[in-house]
């Protein structure tokens, strides 16, 4: 296949039944000034979308969006069927299996406990599970220290991060069979479903059976099209840069596109360039050495480095911008060794925002709540600061001591009462906290804040993620020449003068 211009190439997809869709699609999104803001993007850096030379984007959970729900039962059997063929353990122990909703990405394991956290940008562990059993406070400080704080995760510690998309199945079954072992085992029970689980998208077992129904797994998102067309139409190149092999990606792409099968490769004409098996994040060290191996047609790459593809899209650094799901895979690496620009894509946001903007009388009443409780507390500070001040005074005064003891009284009164009213404020405080973080998700509240704090994925997400968005297709929202705009950041003084 002849490598044409982006212009060309799109102008031939567009031929066939499918024109006037797009075309409407195209309409409506750039006309349309007021965006639903389940589907917005935002923005922690600010990106000028017209200096953006190339657009890449990461195959699954970005362009391919799953039915998460029947691919995770999936694995779920699949491992489940070998850790009782392969490993011994009896099939009733897996029938202690959590709702499905309890494992999430983002959570931390402690390997040697068996317990699954939650915790803050600091490490403080605020919520945590030893198989199905949620820890009291005291459980928690026994084994984490009176401050309940883990250090920061890193590979191979005794705590780990679990934050891909195909690890849900994992957390399940871990959390289900946890139980059932003795202390000093738990980690080798997690290798052991790591095991299974790598091996079941190795040896194709897994993908054999999507690629066989490709519509029970996959939600077609015809926006995506549009906006692969838009972004060539608009003189960007546009890449896919995948781990999965060619074959799966290939398999599975017009469905992605909600096209019909029998159009064989031509989705290929929306990409200037298409990278399988790239073995990301390595493939963003620009030390490595291993050169593509030539795909089924010249656009496709097997493999290969950072260079090759730059070199191919004739931009590299912050001319490109990336989408992907993984933090760490898509993200952290490209943004440190190549400075691309970059975009997380985070399913959960959406489902986030629809549970919190049905339930907008909780929200303003915590918000109220909440600005009550910090003038409150600044109020007893005051009146504490006041009496301790008179307190002093009455020591050492020999005049006016009768005076002085009076008025620290009436302090000591005020301060009182604020108190009580700053206890209340708290409780009412908890109370919607609470409501709120349980309506998210009743086992471990919001994906991005804990109380008055990030998560540590929202951490993640904050320093690694140009900007996100619940779904890639969300870009055909936006322009060719949008100006990404951040929130501007505040120091605490000068949200007090707003
Ligand atoms: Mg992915």
């Given at each position: 296949m002849n490598d044409k211009s982006p212009r060309q190439n799109s102008n031939s997809s567009r031929s066939g039944s499918n024109s006037k869709n797009w075309l409407d699609m195209i309409a409506m999104a750039i006309r349309t000034?007021?965006?639903d803001q389940h589907r917005a993007v935002y923005t922690n850096r600010t990106m000028r979308f017209g200096q953006i030379d190339a657009v890449g984007f990461d195959f699954d959970h970005t362009l391919a969006v799953y039915n998460c729900e029947a691919l995770d039962a999936l694995a779920e059997k699949l491992v489940a069927d070998r850790l009782v063929e392969h490993e011994g353990i009896p099939r009733e122990w897996l029938q202690g299996v959590p709702d499905p909703s309890f494992a999430r990405k983002a959570l931390i394991l402690d390997l040697d406990e068996g317990v699954i956290l939650k915790t803050d940008r600091y490490g403080h562990v605020l919520r945590a599970f030893r198989g199905k059993k949620k820890l009291t406070v005291s459980e928690k400080r026994t084994l984490y220290g009176d401050r309940d704080i883990i250090p920061h995760v890193t590979d191979g510690d005794r705590f780990i991060q679990?934050?891909?998309?195909?690890?849900r199945p994992e957390i399940l079954l871990w959390t289900a069979l946890v139980d059932y072992t003795e202390a000093g085992q738990r980690r080798a029970l997690w290798e052991k479903i790591r095991k299974h689980t790598d091996l079941i998208h190795r040896d194709g077992s897994l993908k054999s059976v999507i690629t066989a129904n490709p519509s029970d797994y996959i939600y077609p998102d015809p926006r995506t099209e549009a906006l692969l067309i838009h972004l060539r139409d608009c003189g960007k190149k546009v890449f896919l840069l995948t781990n999965s092999e060619w074959e799966y990606t290939h398999a599975m792409m017009n469905t992605v596109l909600g096209r019909?099968?029998?159009?064989?490769?031509?989705?290929?004409?929306?990409?200037d360039v298409v990278v399988a098996q790239g073995n990301k994040p390595s493939y963003?060290?620009?030390?490595?050495g291993e050169n593509a191996t030539p795909g089924v047609t010249d656009k496709v790459l097997i493999g290969g480095n950072l260079t090759e593809i730059e070199d191919r899209l004739g931009c590299a650094g912050p001319e490109i911008l990336y989408v992907g799901d993984h933090i760490y895979a898509d993200l952290i690496s490209s943004k440190r060794n190549v400075y691309w620009r970059t975009m997380l894509v985070v399913p959960e946001l959406e489902e986030e925002m629809v549970i919190q903007s049905g339930m907008p009388g909780l929200v303003s009443q915590l918000r109220e709540v909440d600005e009550r409780r910090i003038s409150t507390e600044r109020e007893v500070m005051h009146w504490k600061a006041v009496e301790a001040c008179l307190q002093s005074i009455e020591g050492v005064i020999t005049e006016e001591r009768e005076g002085v003891k009076k008025l620290r009284q009436e302090c000591h009164v005020a301060r009182k009462d604020a108190s009580d009213t700053l206890k209340d404020f708290i409780r009412q405080r908890e109370e919607l906290r609470s409501k709120l973080s349980t309506a998210t998700n009743e086992y471990w509240g919001s994906l991005f804040r804990a109380g008055s704090e990030l998560t540590h994925f929202g951490r993640q997400l904050e320093d690694y993620a140009c900007a996100y968005t619940s779904r890639a297709s969300n870009l055909l929202f936006y322009p060719s020449g949008h100006y990404f705009r951040s929130t501007m950041d505040y120091l605490p003084h000068e949200l007090e003068s707003m």
């Amino acid at each position: 296949m002849n490598d044409k211009s982006p212009r060309q190439n799109s102008n031939s997809s567009r031929s066939g039944s499918n024109s006037k869709n797009w075309l409407d699609m195209i309409a409506m999104a750039i006309r349309t000034p007021v965006f639903d803001q389940h589907r917005a993007v935002y923005t922690n850096r600010t990106m000028r979308f017209g200096q953006i030379d190339a657009v890449g984007f990461d195959f699954d959970h970005t362009l391919a969006v799953y039915n998460c729900e029947a691919l995770d039962a999936l694995a779920e059997k699949l491992v489940a069927d070998r850790l009782v063929e392969h490993e011994g353990i009896p099939r009733e122990w897996l029938q202690g299996v959590p709702d499905p909703s309890f494992a999430r990405k983002a959570l931390i394991l402690d390997l040697d406990e068996g317990v699954i956290l939650k915790t803050d940008r600091y490490g403080h562990v605020l919520r945590a599970f030893r198989g199905k059993k949620k820890l009291t406070v005291s459980e928690k400080r026994t084994l984490y220290g009176d401050r309940d704080i883990i250090p920061h995760v890193t590979d191979g510690d005794r705590f780990i991060q679990v934050d891909h998309a195909f690890s849900r199945p994992e957390i399940l079954l871990w959390t289900a069979l946890v139980d059932y072992t003795e202390a000093g085992q738990r980690r080798a029970l997690w290798e052991k479903i790591r095991k299974h689980t790598d091996l079941i998208h190795r040896d194709g077992s897994l993908k054999s059976v999507i690629t066989a129904n490709p519509s029970d797994y996959i939600y077609p998102d015809p926006r995506t099209e549009a906006l692969l067309i838009h972004l060539r139409d608009c003189g960007k190149k546009v890449f896919l840069l995948t781990n999965s092999e060619w074959e799966y990606t290939h398999a599975m792409m017009n469905t992605v596109l909600g096209r019909d099968e029998s159009r064989g490769t031509e989705w290929l004409d929306l990409f200037d360039v298409v990278v399988a098996q790239g073995n990301k994040p390595s493939y963003f060290d620009p030390g490595r050495g291993e050169n593509a191996t030539p795909g089924v047609t010249d656009k496709v790459l097997i493999g290969g480095n950072l260079t090759e593809i730059e070199d191919r899209l004739g931009c590299a650094g912050p001319e490109i911008l990336y989408v992907g799901d993984h933090i760490y895979a898509d993200l952290i690496s490209s943004k440190r060794n190549v400075y691309w620009r970059t975009m997380l894509v985070v399913p959960e946001l959406e489902e986030e925002m629809v549970i919190q903007s049905g339930m907008p009388g909780l929200v303003s009443q915590l918000r109220e709540v909440d600005e009550r409780r910090i003038s409150t507390e600044r109020e007893v500070m005051h009146w504490k600061a006041v009496e301790a001040c008179l307190q002093s005074i009455e020591g050492v005064i020999t005049e006016e001591r009768e005076g002085v003891k009076k008025l620290r009284q009436e302090c000591h009164v005020a301060r009182k009462d604020a108190s009580d009213t700053l206890k209340d404020f708290i409780r009412q405080r908890e109370e919607l906290r609470s409501k709120l973080s349980t309506a998210t998700n009743e086992y471990w509240g919001s994906l991005f804040r804990a109380g008055s704090e990030l998560t540590h994925f929202g951490r993640q997400l904050e320093d690694y993620a140009c900007a996100y968005t619940s779904r890639a297709s969300n870009l055909l929202f936006y322009p060719s020449g949008h100006y990404f705009r951040s929130t501007m950041d505040y120091l605490p003084h000068e949200l007090e003068s707003m």
